[in-house]
């Protein structure tokens, strides 16, 4: 049940927008990306997303 929980956490805006950077993050061979949304009313959420080698 845990996997699909992951694939059904993927399909929400931010889980599109955690992955679309982190395949970013391969594709442009950097080590940092900064993923952002507004959601509404003064609120927001922020993640900083660090590639490991």
Do not use: K, N, W, Y
């Amino acid at each position: 049940m845990t996997r699909g929980f992951v694939i059904d956490g993927l399909r929400t805006p931010i889980g599109r927008l955690v992955l679309t950077a982190a395949r970013e993050l391969q594709h442009a061979d950097a080590h940092r990306a900064v993923v952002t949304r507004c959601v509404g009313v003064g609120q927001g959420v922020s993640l900083l997303l660090e590639r490991v080698s």
